[in-house]
């Protein structure tokens, strides 16, 4: 089993930042891949972006390439979304995911889920 906490939500004006943490904990052998999704009022879960912990190779979605950055802690149990240049559409509550395949995660079937952090960003 494997339990996941984000945190480092927050109300940031535009073009602000902020840096979200998802520490894991209990079996991490299965998070090799963890990553972020995030969910707007009214609309579905969009993926955000993932990263491997052995090696710290991630990937983006397009809407927020060039602003948001993943990274690993040397410990591989803790990753970061660093988000920079924020705007009112990145609004919503980011959860963090952990899986063994990337494809899985980036698919919306990653096996574990924190229960999320709300990011608002104002106009």
């Known amino acids: 089993q494997v339990q996941l906490v984000e945190s480092g939500g927050g109300l940031v004006q535009a073009g602000g930042s902020l840096r979200l943490s998802c520490v894991a904990s209990?079996?991490?052998?299965?998070?090799?891949?963890m990553g972020w999704f995030r969910q707007a009022p009214g609309k579905g879960r969009e993926f955000v972006a993932v990263i491997r912990r052995s090696d710290g190779n991630s990937a983006y979605a397009d809407p927020v390439k060039g602003r948001f950055t993943m990274s690993t802690e040397n410990s591989r149990n803790t990753v970061y979304l660093q988000m920079n240049d924020l705007t009112p559409e990145d609004t919503a509550v980011y959860y963090c995911?952990?899986?063994?395949?990337?494809?899985?995660?980036?698919?919306?079937?990653?096996?574990?889920w924190g229960q999320g952090t709300q990011v608002t960003v104002s106009s």
């Open positions: 995911a952990a899986d063994l395949d990337s494809r899985t995660l980036q698919l919306g079937r990653g096996q574990y």
């Open positions: 209990g079996r991490t052998s299965s998070s090799r891949v």
